[in-house]
């Protein structure tokens, strides 16, 4: 008996038969495009080129350029040939043809012609580092850029480039850490703290950023200083805020914080004296956290309508009621409305305008939560100064832009000298 057996034929992985998105979508005017940039670079140098030698190539010397001795005065050097460079930009890659030449210097010398529109071992063009950069600032990981720019780079973007390019970012990062403040109209500071993850050690590892956000006197913020620190200590505050003081900055006149031991202790040693306000939304937190979830709605509609009174006597009226009443519902979340003191209602010394942005941190809040959101493709960040630095790259790099506060039209009214009377 004889059986037949049939084998299947040969199937091809779908990486090798698949045609991709993208893959057919040919653009005639790109394709043009890149093919005219390698003679728009080149014709570029070579005029550069051409004004240095003080003559274009085959071109006679100028009669004036040979005096009776016959020595030459108007030819600066000499031509010797040329090299290929590979150029990437937002062009694409590309090979081009750079020329070269010996010059002549006044002691007789020579020395290498260097073209000032493309520098020494410049592979990549300055808006192509830049492209790379936001990419990755974007919330795209170092590995993933490749991909992401794979149509416009080529492919030729692996994550080595991306860190290249990021370590070219430090320079910037640490010529803004030593910058002079001494400029800046500052007359008010928003300071808080948060936490991330970096490498150390070949370990996950929890730091903190710390963060100021200063206010200028027509009401724009800016980002004066972000540290990574091992903790929110008393220490920790004052280092950052020593440094702020030793490179000029001014005595603010309003101080909005998050509440944190750390940072009071270290604003009494170097501020004392100036309004601090207690962000009112952490501590609509704190209180929460002392009641059971079954009182949550009721100790949210007691605290918001204290805290957004229209007057300050309305303030004062509903501050009272509302400790007599937790007193008795819950005495624990009196007690923490208690601790923040007068500081929970510094904004009243403000005017009425100003409110609404002295009452919390949200400005840094909604950074730091725009901060995380980028780099959550990465989990943890290679170190602490990368941590930082990328902070402070998503402000330089307009990935997160700033506005005026409210009420900036009324900042010139300095906050009164004593507090309003909110004793219970």
Known sequence: MTSTTTKPEAVQPDTETGVYLFDDWFDPIEAGLRDRVRDFIETMIRTEFDAA?????????????????????GVAGHRHGCRTRTLMGTFGSTEITVPRARLKSGDGTTSEWKSKALRAYQRRTKAADALIASTY??????????????????????????????????????????????????????????????????????????????????????????????????????SVLDDLVARGLRRPQFLIVDGAKGLDAAIARIWDGVPVQRCTVHKHRNLLANAPERLHEEITADYTD????????????????????????????????????????SFTRLPPSQWRSARTTNCIERLHEEFKRRIKTQTVLPSAATAAMLFWALMASGQIVMRKIDGWQTLATKPVDQPVDLAA
Do not use: C
């Open 137 to 238: 600032l974007a919330g795209t990981n170092t590995r993933r850029v490749r991909r992401a720019l794979a149509a416009l780079f080529g492919g030729a973007v692996g994550k080595d480039t991306v860190s290249r390019v990021w370590r070219k970012v430090k320079t910037d990062w640490e010529a803004w850490n030593t910058r002079s403040l001494a400029n800046e109209p500052i007359v008010r500071l928003i300071l808080d703290g948060t936490v991330v993850k970096v490498r150390l050690d070949r370990k996950a590892t929890s730091i903190s950023l710390l963060v100021v956000i200063g206010v200028r006197e027509d009401g724009q913020k800016i980002l004066l200083a972000v540290k990574n620190m091992g903790g929110e200590t008393a220490e920790a505050w004052r």
């Open 306 to 345: 204290m805290i957004y009174a229209e007057t300050p006597q309305d303030i004062e009226d509903r501050r009272r009621k509302f400790i007599a009443k937790w007193r008795i519902r819950h005495r624990d979340v009196a007690d923490s409305l208690e601790e923040a003191g007068d500081r929970l209602f």
């Open 53 to 73: 030698l003080g003559r274009p190539r085959y071109a006679r010397r100028p009669e004036a350029s040979e005096g009776v001795d016959g020595a030459d005065r």
